[in-house]
């Protein structure tokens, strides 16, 4: 059974740099016909798609984040990881990370998410 | 504001057939296929339907999806106190080169 866990600071400063982890078991990364990807959800509101990667290098970042975000993989230990830089509190949110299907929009396995809050 | 545009809330009674529409644009609904998620409180979400009108395995067949032209529809009949929950579209974005959400409706058994 495919399982995704996020982990990583749970405080982040403003301005700083947000950084989290997940760790995929059950499955490799590698794998063909799949993407990965993040998504949040600020507390109370609605799920914004952060972005998605192919194991061959294909990237695709929200437009509106595109400057501050870097997705990057590592396939030796099955991990990908997210870097968010310049936070501000508007990036408080549960990040989730999951795995997306053939064509990113179709998140069949997500991690449970991990609360980040970022104050000072 | 939401690329694509949801309700923000719906109700129905136990037994009841209920309807979620996800409105959007030629970019977005009008080309790609539409997905839906559910999310209980306090959960992730979890993919619903796929594909426009797909069940994965293991969601009950109450769950219907639909779409024509821009507009997706999901249809929830025999609704039950579990179903209560918070229910997103989600489609892929030629002119925004990616994923975007609806705002998400919540749904209310009452």
């Known amino acids: 059974q495919l399982q995704l866990q996020e982990s990583g600071p749970g405080l982040v400063r403003p301005s700083e740099t947000l950084s989290l982890t997940c760790t995929v078991s059950?499955?490799?990364?590698?794998?063909?016909?799949?993407?990965w990807g993040w998504i949040r959800q600020p507390p109370g509101k609605g799920l914004e798609w952060i972005g998605t990667?192919?194991?061959?290098?294909?990237?695709y970042y929200n437009p509106s984040l595109k400057s501050r975000i870097t997705i990057s993989v590592d396939t030796s230990k099955n991990q990908f990881s997210l870097k968010l830089n310049s936070v501000t509190a508007a990036d408080t949110a549960v990040y989730y990370c999951?795995?997306?299907?053939?064509?990113?929009?179709?998140?069949?396995?997500w991690g449970q998410g991990t609360l980040v809050t970022v104050s000072s | 504001q939401s690329v694509l545009t949801q309700p923000p809330s719906a109700s129905g009674t136990p037994g009841q057939r209920v309807s979620i529409s996800c409105s959007g644009s030629?970019?977005?609904?009008?080309?790609?296929?539409v997905n839906w998620y559910q999310q209980l409180p306090g959960t992730a979400p979890k993919l619903l339907i796929y594909?426009?009108?797909q069940r994965p395995s293991g969601v009950p067949d109450r769950f219907s999806g639909s779409k024509s032209g821009t507009s997706a529809s999901l249809a929830i009949s025999g609704l039950q106190s579990e179903d209560e929950a918070d229910y997103y579209c989600?489609?892929?974005?030629?002119?925004?080169?990616?994923?975007?959400f609806g705002g998400g409706t919540k749904l209310t058994v009452l």
């Open positions: 999951a795995r997306d299907g053939a064509f990113p929009g179709r998140l069949g396995y």
């Open positions: 059950g499955g490799s990364i590698s794998t063909s016909n799949y993407y």
């Open positions: 990667f192919y194991y061959n290098g294909n990237t």
């Open positions: 030629s970019s977005n609904i009008g080309k790609n296929t």
């Open positions: 594909s426009n009108n």
């Open positions: 989600a489609a892929w974005d030629d002119s925004l080169n990616g994923v975007v």
